[in-house]
């Protein structure tokens, strides 16, 4: 059931959402530590591009923040030991997004918790640091973008000579239904995601940030305003509370009233976005040298007794953070990430948490729907956020007419989920839509 959202706020055409999202189960309990893993499991492939390639072996004594792993080429990024201890293998392990094994380090923790030694506060460092010194800084941490996409950041601090930009759009939107790592992040954090934005745009050269947070956290907006109360440069505004606000596209359209194409980047409007837990990471990175080896995770769902908001060791065992939250027996669905782009799994016994990953939520009781055919009442195409015909698309790929779905325009298609949420058939619209994208791309191999 949806709910008719009647608001003043800055938004965007279309979009839904859902009468109870869940985020009351954790948005009030301040971010606690998750016990320590046993074992980290750390991919090689955090991020988008190629994966990082192992400066460790077998046998190995690492200590916490150290590179295990090197990014190979421009887009890639580091990866470190979020433990102290030993290794004690790299493999092929199962990848909670990919879906298939791939490579990851291994590691055996031991009693001491402490830093590599060259991890260390800088003094003055507010105010004297160059824009180098602040790129190598980020680059060498492994930062990503911590709101899903898992981009390099050092990338977005390097756009092409000929793409001038004067924006950096902060998404604190947090969209998702049950997330609120964001949320919570913002309360407890406000002048550190600041200081990692300042540092951000003062490396890419840009003299203003507007920053979006939805209208259900107005406590995060108030602090955060103030926090930048003497910081004319930064804008903070409320947005409408509707999925997918936190979008590039959305939540740029909703800021600024800028457009650009659903394949294009935002730098084509003269736009970079940046989460807040990236900002934060940012922040840790260029003040305290330290690398992403943790974030906070959002554990919740109908199957969680105690839902909380968790910092969590990069690699840990999804199982543990289930236990640490007081799973229920009874649950029947995992999902990494938020209900509408999130990733089921099959398998909790070998699922571990990754850098793009913010919240996991368990659910009992998860219905399975009955899909039927489609009855043309139009509301996926009302839903739609990028002005596409879901309907025509899903039906085209069960005919698997892919050269009729390109000129419909199917790769412009984000994969939101809006569509499938809203159909009173319960057609699997967005999975249609996924088949027929890796179907045309194995075609193009084959061309």
């Known amino acids: 059931m ?167 759009v902060v998404n604190g939107a947090e969209c998702e239904p049950y997330l609120t790592c964001d949320h919570r992040l913002m309360l407890e954090n406000p002048y550190e995601i600041i200081q990692g934005l300042k540092w951000f745009m003062k490396c890419i050269g840009c003299n203003s940030a507007h920053i979006g947070i939805e209208g259900n956290k107005k406590d995060a907006y108030l602090l955060i305003k103030d926090t930048v109360s003497k910081e004319s440069a930064i804008k903070v505004d409320l947005v409408e509370v509707k999925y997918p606000q936190g979008a590039e596209h959305q939540i740029i359209k909703a800021l600024l009233g800028r457009e650009f194409k659903p394949r294009q980047l935002p730098l084509e409007v003269g736009v970079t976005v940046i989460n807040v837990s990236t900002a934060f990471a940012i922040y840790e990175a260029v003040k305290y040298g330290r690398p992403l080896i943790q974030r906070i995770i959002t554990v919740s769902g109908n199957g969680i007794e105690n839902p909380q908001n968790f910092f969590v060791r990069l690699g840990t065992p999804v199982k543990q953070l289930l236990e640490d939250a007081k799973v229920t027996g009874d649950i029947n669905k995992i999902i990494f990430g938020g209900p509408m782009m999130g990733i089921a799994q099959g398998d909790i016994e070998t ?79 967005v999975h249609l839509i996924k088949f027929a994208k890796a179907e045309i791309a194995k075609q193009e191999v084959r061309a």
Not at 136 to 147: E, M, N, P, Q, Y
Not at 398 to 404: M, S
Request: some cysteine; glycine content about 8%.
């Open 2 to 168: 949806l709910r008719v959202v009647k608001s003043k706020l800055k938004t965007f055409v279309g979009g839904i959402h859902p009468k109870d999202d869940g985020k009351s189960f954790t948005a009030g309990k301040k971010v606690v530590p998750a016990s320590l893993p046993n074992k980290a499991y750390l991919f090689l492939n955090q991020h988008i591009g190629k994966p990082a390639q192992p400066i460790v072996q077998k046998g190995d004594t690492v200590k916490k923040g150290q590179l295990i792993a090197e990014s190979q080429g421009f887009i890639s990024a580091n990866v470190h030991a979020s433990i102290s201890g030993k290794v004690v293998d790299i493999a092929p392990w199962p990848h909670p997004i990919a879906g298939v094994k791939l490579p990851a380090i291994i590691i055996e923790r031991a009693e001491d918790d402490s830093w590599v030694e060259d991890i260390a506060a800088i003094p003055d460092i507010d105010h004297n640091i160059s824009e180098a010194e602040i790129m190598h800084r980020i680059k060498s941490a492994g930062i990503v973008g911590l709101g899903g996409a898992t981009f390099p950041t050092h990338v977005k601090l390097a756009p092409p000579k000929d793409k001038k930009i004067d924006m950096v």
């Open 351 to 429: 699922a571990v948490t990754v850098k793009g990953i913010g919240g996991i939520i368990a659910l009992r009781k998860a219905r399975k729907w009955n899909s039927s055919a489609c009855i043309r009442c139009g509301r996926c195409i009302d839903s739609c956020p990028y002005g596409l015909n879901p309907s025509e698309l899903s039906v085209l790929s069960e005919a698997k007419n892919f050269d009729l779905m390109l000129e419909s325009n199917v790769l412009e298609c984000k994969e939101c989920g809006c569509c499938s949420y809203i159909c009173p058939s319960k057609r699997p619209i």
